[in-house]
């Protein structure tokens, strides 16, 4: 790949008369993507010239509904992806079999509510593959095509701000179990050689990197909810050790990180604190954090913001509404949310954002695809709102 330009036109906005917004970055997806990407995933027939022009009008149409939603940092609602940490298994060589999955800590003790869960949120019809050879870039073509697409949508959106999610070496080993390499801190730092390519290529295309970063987090109950606290503590600050590594070459003011416990409507009772995660989030070298503060379990937690040590280039991107209910939030509560934050780091360093995405996996999840759009709606309103208290 070529060497990078530092002169990119991607850099994390500030809130300079108001505050913006932004989510995630996944979507819904209309059934006909949702279609396509479930037969190429499980290795069914299928045209490729059809998913070429699907999957390039949805990334049109999905960017134009952001803009018109009112949103002001877009993404393409990964919509060529079957989902945010699986992904790499078509660019990436070393991956396949399969992995039987452990339920979430906080659901292995009720069957019956994971029996409602995988009624209410569908099927989860991507692979889980395992590490099973040597870690390396096998199709550049894809990520080319994403980046074709998107450059396309948002010229055509006349779109300011935009950015496009990789995922992090460790959240990539949290679903791809290691059968291969001698340790996971060697498979770790295999990942983040091999996907330093395509953060660089994002940024370098002139997109704000999103690195999403859930095993910081939600893979303490998840993929690695065998390890000990400390055992798992010392694995994530060994991520953010080798993501930093990735990014070695990307302006940190470039790329914003996202950390979250799980999206699925669950008790959500055995998730790590943020107390105890949070000094490992800030050694990562993105400028920005997007965090989950709208839930019911980790709404409380901005004081933990509260009575951290943030550097002052530190942008805040707190999830302002919640993407695992149908419920929409009233602008005043957002407002209020995004209030909070202000205070803590000044109005300039916080943008308005959702807890999680909203299409992490095709076909997975709760919410009704228009009611995501109308949650957005209302952090607009309430954005808006807490923008004529902030800056009166």
Known sequence: MAEMDNRIAARMP????????????SLPRTPAVADLLVRKEQGEAYDPAEFDRTIAA???????????????????GEMSKIGYATYVQDRL??????????????????????????????????????????????????????????????????VKHAFLTAASPGVISAFQPNQYYPTHEAYVEAIADAMREEYEAIVAAGFILQIDCPDLAMARHTGFQDLSEPEFLARAEHQVEALNHALANVPAEAVRMHICWGN?????????????????????????????????????????????KLTQDKLLIPGVIDTSTNFVEHPELVA?????????????????????????????????????YKKLAAMVQGAALASSRLWK
Request: hydrophobic residues 40%; aromatic residues 8%; glycine residues 10%.
């Open 93 to 158: 060589s070393g991956f396949g079999g399969h992995t039987d999955r452990k339920p979430a800590l906080d659901l292995r003790d009720y069957p019956e509510l994971r029996k409602k869960l995988a009624l209410i949120m569908g099927p989860q019809s991507f692979r889980r593959a395992s590490c099973i050879g040597p870690i390396a870039v096998k199709d550049r073509e894809l990520l080319k095509t994403d980046l074709a697409n998107f450059r396309a949508a948002v010229g055509k959106a006349g």
């Open 58 to 76: 949805a990334v049109s149409d999905v960017v134009q509904r952001q803009v018109a939603t009112g949103l002001d940092i877009v993404s393409d």
């Open 264 to 308: 699925y409507e669950g008790p959500h009772d055995f998730d790590i604190e943020l107390k105890r995660v949070l000094s490992i989030v800030l050694r990562a070298k993105p400028q920005a954090i997007s965090f989950e503060a709208a839930n019911p379990r980790h709404e409380h937690e901005w004081i933990v913001w509260r009575d951290a």
């Open 14 to 25: 500030r809130s300079r008369d108001r505050i913006l917004t932004t989510h995630v970055g």
């Open 336 to 372: 209020q949310r995004i209030e909070r934050f202000a205070g803590i780091v000044g109005r300039e360093q916080v943008i308005a954002g959702s807890d999680c995405g909203f299409g992490t996996f095709v076909g997975y999840g709760k919410l009704d695809p228009e009611v995501s």
